[in-house]
């Protein structure tokens, strides 16, 4: 396969695509491999091995920029007497995520035409925050932690314990479903992800009255319709140590790298390092530091061998995600060869 | 070994917090209101009339009460300044006085009578906002951040700058422009203010004044002082051989003119008086008293004199002269002006009292004639004074000056511009740094490197950064964290008797020839000699010592001048100086318990300097110190240490991160740059209404922040956002400092911003009982909706809260009668539609809607809300003085990320660094960082903070590089870069300059009726000029037609008939010239072309066009 991509003290050889290799289906096949190292509701972690860098590259860039999610889109003010202006306020709600899979809604085809159960859904918020409310739920917090209105007062604009502020968090938003959405969905599986992003703060005779809209969209248009934080890969990394490391710097080379890449062994009472676990490396290079390592430890990266991080922000699976990435990539796929073929007909 | 004191930036906070940063404008203002308010008025207290000697009025007890607004109907009430701000009101406060008068014979006595309203300064002793908690200062919807110090005059918040000047009652040796040796002094008094010379020219001896026609030879000036004795002039003068030498000429001179008694002398200066008009009865003891006069009130006015009694001026005159003649030989002896010991500070409080002063002798001078021609009428009700004081004189006159900054007092024929300004609230750090600002009365255009350069004695109280650019650079400055300003003393009396008591013998009680003895120091107090000493040492330890016990004010300095042989002792307003930690016997006085102490709120700052732990020296007393750095470089003489080394930088300067790494100029940069950082301006931005006014929406903390940024509250209200940089070149767009920024960051927030603009306007009264009014929007007939114009209109006619406003849309439906005047009443009672319009090309929210009303008339005030999101074209800056403009706004998959997947923010172009040599950038980003990774704000203070070496062992803690530099793979090709990129965060500014503002284009459009091109600017959608190098570049390649097209046709083109007989205008195609039609040709030219020929026709000047085929 290819060469490694060597990892010097000031800079990377590069070897890695520029030379140019016929491609062949069934050696890619033979050395095509996915391992999934880690698979949670939000993360993922796999090994993608035998694949040209174009091919994860694409891979991510299709996950960042091109898969749909459901975000809020429109936000009609009634009402907002907060200190947060109406534009903060809606810039603010359209970041929220939303726990709605997208690929149970379709694109919004015209901007301005009605929302429908299809397209859209429906949010509500109404709140108000009263002088009352403000005193139970001092006398709340300082029951359950006392400690927390040292804390809240400390964040106020004004220190002054009798200046509490009521908390709007994302909780406070309620799905008001749209046509037959009620039988579909749920408040847990349209609602928010998180209870507990904070959208305002209210003083009493504050109040904030919203509806809201969201649609389908991808991030392209807005970072808002992401469907993950974000998602990345690294090469795999390789260490080889070319010499023997003994005693001290052993245990200086082990602190050169996180923890468990480096293990030391002790041979007739002398500490000897050797590579415990490539994976685990940063390329953060530290053994460069030390003049004692020169020319004694070469780092590298395997080309082909991807190690890829899917984060979700939970409304789909992280694996739902990589496939509809490959679903799309999928698409332009065909779509190129489709106007490829019509182009040689001409 | 010398104890290290930990914490000593803790003693900065302390200082700062319990003084305020501004306490210099707020002190001189209490000092104006408490003392020299009643000390102007116990001056002219008397208004007496020529026309009844029995008759008097008395001003007795000034004083000065609380901010008032009239509310009409004789309501008056207490005000806050935020109403004051809304409602274009002036924040003034009445003054009161006790007043005793005389109405028929009788003695009346009246309290508390109002004879004026004072303008009062924010957070000074009479503001409402004095000693406030923070609490009741929010309640007020003030900030709580605010510094104060500012006056609010209907409605715009003004400030006094301070302003530089030369020190007073200073003897100055210098050349002067023709390199004639001068020795000079500015005298100033309460009420005389003049300039002597004593100039040194061929030979001999001069003094010079404004009020005499020729100079004085010295000789003959001592003569009329009444030292006729030439030994004696010259034992005063000094027995030195080079003082004889150089004095024989002198006194050749003098007998040359037959000079020998003070008589003649006296009658010799009055010949050169100017303006003496006398007639020649009784002509010569005219002259003797006024020449008196002069020698006593008007020449070296500071010195007083009483019963003609010269000889303290004498004396002081020969020691002017002694230090011109040692000067002559050793230039090392000339003083310099731009020392800043030599400089004095005017401050608010004093340029208020000069005011004041001067409009009170105007208002009583008022009343007196008043009172002249009132008295000798024979009335049937008897003269009441009381009914013709009028309180707008004073009113007036103060407002007037503080509105527009004029200040013309002419008694000391003073007439400046610009002593105040509108206080600048694009930011915070710009609101604050216009309070610390020192103006300087040089004259900007002047090509001077003296008065500008950074002078050494300058350390520690200026800024060293803080300066404009240009022709403003070093005139313009900036005093430091630390640097304080003095204000007038009290203790006057006090330290004369101590000098006094402590050896110092008044000079009379010398022969004059002992004077100047090898072992005598002259004492000189406030620029006068007080008298001399030979125990010079002694007597400076035992003031000191004095001083340290409180015996009078701790702001009083002294200090020895070898040079001069004299003491100083200073107690004047205006100078500056500085806290330093007070060492004795090589250890600082001040420890780490008092330090402790003052963590945990035992003492204050107060108390060290009341235990004299801490001593204030001004400028001159630096002289005579030792100051150490730090706790290391404490030798046995050293008498002082240095509390915190970056408080020699000012408040901007203060922000900057590792400021000692940077270049100098670049932090002079930012110094201008932080200014215009848009961020949080106060904590009150959304109560305010201001013609203009920038936000940001999420500020952020910087990650790298000084000690100096809490202390000065910049972290509460912070201006700009840190952004995760990457210093990579990428895509060609990022060149000449031009940034990437990442479109997913953008739609997160970062560098989102808005603009608030208001529009106000007035409901007024008319004499014919009529009144603007408002009127709902028109709807449209077929849609039952508001037509396009008013569609922002709510139904009472002004917007409506929430409501987008586009172009040309009406805010304010006004209409305004169509007749006003008296002579009116009954006539047309119709309106005209008068509307406020909405002009921009985005359009904008309607955020506040204010009616109030304000003295006569209704205000209406509106204010206008922009989101503002970050476009190809913002500027944006670090804290480095490196600005530049987005170049290109990538999506985040074009970005490229690193190997925990972080996709930077912003990218900037490593180019900027080697010129730039902005070290202290590198560090910062370095610094925030690890500080990311530990979790912690990183310190990145002026000589301190965190080193690079312990800051690459942070990160190789955890396990990132030491460098600071990351792999990075490539968003586009996802290779990872050849190149190892550096990258953390740095506090990025998003500055004024946006590209909403400015962007301009038009086709057609308005154009000026006078000539009728194309308007100019962009507010009046104006066109692009062609100007003259333009037109050269056309003429250089032949264009022509293009020429033709640019400056004629698409601009003012007209067509004119010009008769070919007599080259003049015709008119309808009939020349009147030549009454005659068929030779009449129809030409183009230009409307401005047109218009002069016949502007100059009617000068009777005949401009001719000849005309001719153009094939010919």
């Known amino acids: 396969m290819n060469n490694p991509i060597i990892m010097n003290k000031y800079s990377i050889e590069r070897t890695l695509g520029n030379e140019v290799k016929p491609y062949n289906y069934d050696e890619f096949v033979k050395n095509f491999k996915v391992n999934i190292i880690n698979l949670s509701e939000t993360d993922m972690e796999f090994d993608l091995i035998g694949v040209d860098v174009a091919l994860a590259n694409s891979l991510r860039r299709v996950i960042i920029s091109e898969v749909p999610s459901m975000a809020i889109e429109k936000v009609h003010i009634y009402q907002n007497t907060s200190y947060v202006l109406d534009e903060i306020l809606a810039h603010r709600l359209g970041l929220i995520p939303l726990k709605a899979d997208p690929r149970q809604f379709k694109m919004k085809e015209d901007e301005n035409s009605e929302p429908n159960e299809h397209d859209s859904l429906v949010y509500d918020m109404k709140i108000k925050c009263t002088k009352k409310d403000l005193d139970a739920l001092a006398h709340k917090q300082y029951i359950s932690f006392p400690g927390m209105i040292l804390f809240l007062s400390n964040i106020l604009i004004y220190i002054n314990d009798e200046q509490l502020t009521f908390i709007v968090y994302s909780k406070h938003i309620k799905w008001s479903p749209l046509g037959n959405q009620k039988d579909i969905f749920t408040e847990k599986s349209v609602g928010m992800i998180n209870d507990d992003i904070l959208i305002a703060k209210l003083r009493p005779g504050q109040e904030i009255e919203l509806k809201m809209y969201a649609v389908k969209g991808i991030p392209k248009d807005h970072a808002k319709f992401q469907s993950v934080c974000t998602a990345w890969y690294r090469m795999m990394p390789n260490i080889k140590l070319l010499d023997d490391i003994k005693g001290n710097d052993a245990l200086l080379l082990q602190s050169c790298f996180p923890k468990g890449v480096i293990g030391l062994k002790s041979y007739k009472g002398v500490l000897v390092a050797h590579v415990e676990d490539c994976r685990k490396e940063n390329s953060s290079r530290n053994v460069f530091r030390y003049k004692q390592f020169d020319n004694k430890i070469l780092l590298s990266k395997i080309p082909d061998h991807f190690i890829f991080t899917i984060e979700s922000i939970g409304a789909m699976e992280p694996s739902s995600i990589f496939f509809e990435a490959i679903n799309i990539i999928i698409k332009k796929v065909n779509n190129a060869l489709e106007i490829a073929l019509n182009q040689t007909e001409v | 070994m010398v104890e290290v004191l930990r914490d000593k930036e803790f003693l900065v906070r302390e200082y700062l917090e319990t003084r305020g940063l501004y306490s210099h404008h707020i002190n001189s203002f209490n000092a104006f209101i408490d003392c020299e308010l ?52 002036t924040y003034c406060a009445p003054i009161y006085v006790d007043i005793e008068y005389v109405k028929s014979g009788m003695k009346y006595l009246r309290k508390g009578f109002i004879i004026g309203r004072l303008p009062i300064m924010l957070r000074s002793n009479r503001c409402c906002l004095y000693q406030k908690s923070d609490a009741e200062l929010a309640k007020m919807k003030e900030c709580i951040y605010d510094s104060g110090g500012y006056f609010i005059v209907k409605g715009t918040e003004k400030v006094i700058l301070m302003q530089e000047q030369p020190a007073k009652n200073k003897i100055l040796v210098e050349k002067d422009s023709n390199g004639v040796p001068t020795v000079q002094v500015m ?144 230039p090392d002896l000339f003083d310099s002006k731009d020392y800043y010991g030599n400089k004095c500070l005017d401050l608010p409080g004093s340029f208020l009292s000069l005011l004041f002063d001067d409009t009170f002798k105007r208002f009583i001078f008022e009343l007196k004639s008043v009172a002249d021609k009132n008295i000798p009428k024979v009335k049937a009700t008897p003269f009441d004074i009381i009914k013709y004081i009028r309180t707008d004189t004073i009113t007036n006159a103060l407002v007037f000056a503080i509105q527009t900054g004029n200040w013309s007092i002419k008694r000391f024929r003073m007439e400046r511009h610009g002593v105040t300004q509108v206080l600048t609230r694009l930011s915070y750090l710009s609101a604050i740094g216009m309070m610390t600002r020192v103006n300087s009365q040089f004259e900007k255009s002047r090509k001077v490197s003296g008065p500008r350069s950074l002078q050494p004695s300058q350390f520690g109280m200026l800024c060293p950064s803080d300066t404009p650019e240009g022709e403003a650079c070093g005139l313009i400055k900036n005093i430091s964290l630390l640097a304080h300003v003095t204000t007038e003393s009290e203790d006057d009396d006090a ?34 000699i007080i008298g001399s000493t030979n125990k010079c040492i002694e007597f400076v330890n035992k003031f000191r010592i004095c001083r340290r016990k409180g015996m009078f004010s701790k702001f009083i300095s002294i200090y020895i001048s070898e040079r001069h042989k004299c003491i100083y002792i200073n107690s004047g307003d205006g100078r500056l100086c500085r806290p330093y930690i007070v060492v004795e016997n090589g250890q600082p006085l001040l420890t780490n318990a008092h330090i402790d102490n003052l963590k945990r709120g035992y003492c204050t700052f107060q108390d060290f300097i009341d235990e004299s732990l801490i001593e204030f020296i001004d400028v001159d007393e630096e002289n005579n110190s030792l100051i150490a ?31 000692h790494h940077n270049q100098s100029p670049r932090n002079t940069y930012q110094c201008a740059m932080g200014k215009q950082a848009i961020g949080t301006i106060a904590l009150n931005y959304l109560h305010r209404i201001d013609t203009l006014q920038y936000n940001l929406w999420y500020t952020h903390i910087p990650m790298v922040h000084s000690k100096a940024v809490p202390m000065i509250n910049f972290d509460k209200l912070p201006a700009g956002q840190n952004a995760t940089i990457a210093v990579m070149s990428y895509s060609g767009y990022d060149i000449e400092d031009a940034i990437i920024l990442n479109k997913a960051s953008v739609d997160r927030g970062f560098g989102r911003g808005g603009t608030f603009r208001n529009s106000k306007c007035f409901l007024r009264h008319y004499p014919n009982q009529m009144m603007d009014s408002i009127q709902g929007p028109i709807i449209d007939n077929a849609t039952k909706k508001p037509i396009y114009k008013h569609r922002a209109l709510d139904n009472d006619g002004i917007a409506a809260i929430g409501q987008p406003v586009f172009d040309k849309q009406v805010t304010i439906n006004k209409a305004t009668p169509k007749t006003v005047t008296v002579e009116d009443v009954g006539g047309d009672r119709g309106f005209k539609e008068t509307p406020m319009y909405y002009k921009g090309y985005d359009p904008s929210y309607v955020d506040k809607v204010m009616i109030t009303s304000n003295s006569d008339c209704f205000l209406i005030k509106e204010n206008f809300r922009q989101p503002r999101r970050p476009e190809i074209g913002d500027k944006f800056s670090s804290r480095h003085g490196q600005k530049g403009v987005v170049g290109l706004i990538v999506n985040q998959e074009d970005m490229p990320f690193n190997e925990v997947g972080i996709c930077p923010d912003l990218i900037m172009n490593p180019h900027g660094f080697p010129s730039r040599m902005t070290v202290g950038k590198l560090i910062e980003l370095l610094a925030g960082k690890a500080g990311l990774l530990e979790g912690k704000f990183q310190d990145g203070s002026a000589f301190g903070g965190a080193t690079v070496a312990d800051i690459s062992d942070e990160l190789h803690k955890h396990n990132y590089n030491y460098l600071g530099k990351d792999v990075l793979y490539c968003g586009i090709d996802g290779r990872p870069m050849e190149a190892y990129i550096y990258s953390g965060p740095v506090f990025y500014q998003r500055l004024k300059h946006m590209v909403a503002d400015k962007i301009h284009a038009r086709s057609r459009g308005p154009r000026v009726l006078l000539t009728r091109q194309p308007t100019e600017g962009r507010s009046k959608d104006g066109g692009l000029r062609m100007g003259e190098m333009e037109r050269d570049c056309l003429i250089a390649y032949g264009a022509s037609m293009l020429i033709i097209e640019r400056l004629m046709l698409s601009s003012d083109v007209v067509e004119m008939d010009v008769c070919k007989l007599c080259g003049l205008f015709s008119y309808s195609g009939w020349c009147h010239m030549c009454q005659k039609s068929n030779s009449v040709c129809r030409i183009k030219m230009p409307y401005a072309c047109k218009l002069l020929f016949q502007e100059l026709q009617a000068m009777s000047i005949v401009p001719k066009i000849s005309l001719k085929k153009y094939c010919d």
């Open chain 2, 187 to 330: 005298s100033s008094t309460v009420d005389k203010k003049s300039k002597t010379n004593i100039i040194f020219k061929k030979n001999l001896i001069y003094v010079c004044h404004n009020a005499l026609e020729e100079n004085i030879p010295f000789v003959v000036f001592m003569k009329a002082l009444g030292v006729c004795s030439d030994q004696l002039i010259l034992q005063m003068v000094g027995t030195e051989f080079a003082i004889m030498n150089q004095m024989y000429p002198c006194f050749l001179e003098c007998s040359k003119l037959n000079i020998f008694t003070q008589k003649q002398a006296l009658r010799f200066i009055g010949d050169r008086i100017k303006k003496m008009g006398f007639s020649s009865e009784d002509y010569d003891n005219r002259v003797i008293t006024e020449v008196h006069d002069f020698l006593s009130t008007v020449i070296l006015a500071h010195i007083p004199v009483t019963n003609t009694n010269y000889h303290m001026k004498a004396i002081y005159t020969s020691v002017m002269v002694r230090r011109l003649i040692f000067s002559l030989s050793n």
């Open chain 2, 38 to 89: 009643k000390k102007i008025v116990q001056q002219n207290h008397a208004v007496r009339s020529d026309a009844d000697p029995n008759f008097y009025l008395h001003f007795k007890n000034v004083t000065v009460g609380h901010p008032q607004v009239d509310d009409g109907f004789n309501v008056t009430r207490n005000v806050t300044p935020q109403e004051c701000r809304l409602r274009d009101l």
């Open chain 2, 495 to 528: 330290v004369l008797k101590l000098a006094l008591n402590l050896g110092v013998e008044p000079v009379g009680l010398f022969s004059v020839e002992e004077l100047h003895e090898e072992y005598m120091y002259l004492i000189i107090f406030n620029g006068n």
């Open chain 2, 629 to 659: 750095y730090c706790e290391e470089k404490i030798v046995p003489e050293t008498t002082h240490m240095e509390i915190a080394p970056f408080s020699i930088l000012g408040i901007c300067a203060s922000v900057i991160p590792y400021p």
